[in-house]
């Protein structure tokens, strides 16, 4: 599944599963429209930061084809797909990668008051 496989995970969390770098895609509530646009402007939005994160820590950007856009578009609305979505879904190296990242991290790192 792309959301794992483009490494979007290691960032966002999908049922609490992911890292924290980027807030979670947790789909909204209810039926709704979606506006492809309004979710790559979402993204563009966050690609300065995305882009930044994404080359410490993979080395590279994420490139996506328009297929897989539209892919993971759906993916982040649909909570049908969401529900089947956890943590068994993710590679162990995966796993680890994300409790990598976030180690160290400010949110996570609290700084010892006594150094
Ligand atoms: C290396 C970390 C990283 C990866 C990988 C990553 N993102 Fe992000 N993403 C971020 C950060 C940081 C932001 C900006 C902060 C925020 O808005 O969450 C962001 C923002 C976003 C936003 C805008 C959120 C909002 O509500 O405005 C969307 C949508 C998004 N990312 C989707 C994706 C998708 C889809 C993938 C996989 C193809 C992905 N991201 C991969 C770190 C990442």
């Known amino acids: 599944m792309l959301f794992v496989g483009k490494g979007c995970v290691v960032c966002h969390s999908v049922n609490g599963v992911g890292g924290d770098e980027g807030r979670p895609l947790d789909a909204p509530a209810g039926r ?26 993979f080395g590279e950007q994420i490139y996506l084809t328009g297929q897989e856009l539209f892919d993971i578009i759906g993916f982040a609305y649909s909570r049908a797909e969401q529900s089947l979505f956890g943590e068994a879904d993710v590679p162990h190296d995966v796993l680890e990668l994300i409790e990598h990242t976030d180690e160290g991290h400010p949110r996570h790192g609290h700084p010892d008051p006594h150094t």
């Open 32 to 57: 709704q429209l979606v506006n492809p646009f309004s979710f790559s402007a979402r993204m563009w939005r966050g690609a300065e930061m995305m882009i930044a994160v994404q080359q410490d820590v």
